[in-house]
């Protein structure tokens, strides 16, 4: 099993920026964000696996050149820097994991495709 806790989400500011956290309690192979708005469907926001399956990094791309997923392994906490926050950002914002990567294209942005979630972290944007 894989426990997921996120932190870091608020209120700010349009423009503003918060970084979200996402500590796990064991290493896991796939990590992603998710984020989803009331009334909307849960989309995918960024996600990446390790250099050893790949390396690749995605972004959607509404977060394009405004956020950023890392990962700091020896900490096993994933994180989620938001620059430039927009009135359409405000959700809340799930990090999820898997064991394993999927492989087809745009599997990333497919919420099915992750086993392990956290409870969730709004973010909220004023303007």
């Known amino acids: 099993q894989v426990r997921l806790v996120e932190s870091g989400g608020g209120s700010v500011q349009a423009g503003g920026s918060l970084r979200l956290s996402c500590a796990t309690t064991?290493?896991?192979?796939?990590v992603g964000w998710f984020r989803q708005a009331p009334g909307k469907e849960r989309e995918g926001v960024a996600a990446?696996?390790?250099?050893?399956?790949?390396?690749?990094?995605y972004y959607a791309d509404s977060v394009k050149g405004r956020f950023t997923i890392s990962r700091d392994n020896a900490k096993n906490t994933l994180y989620l820097q938001m620059n430039s926050l927009k009135s359409e950002d405000p959700a809340m914002y799930y990090c999820?994991?898997?064991?394993?990567?999927?492989?087809?294209?745009?599997?990333?942005?497919?919420?099915?495709?992750?086993?392990?979630w956290g409870q969730g972290t709004q973010v909220t944007v004023s303007s």
């Open positions: 990446r696996v390790p250099r050893g399956g790949g390396g690749w990094i």
């Open positions: 999820a994991a898997n064991l394993s990567p999927c492989t087809y294209t745009g599997c990333w942005n497919v919420a099915a495709n992750f086993a392990y």
């Open positions: 064991r290493d896991t192979y796939m």
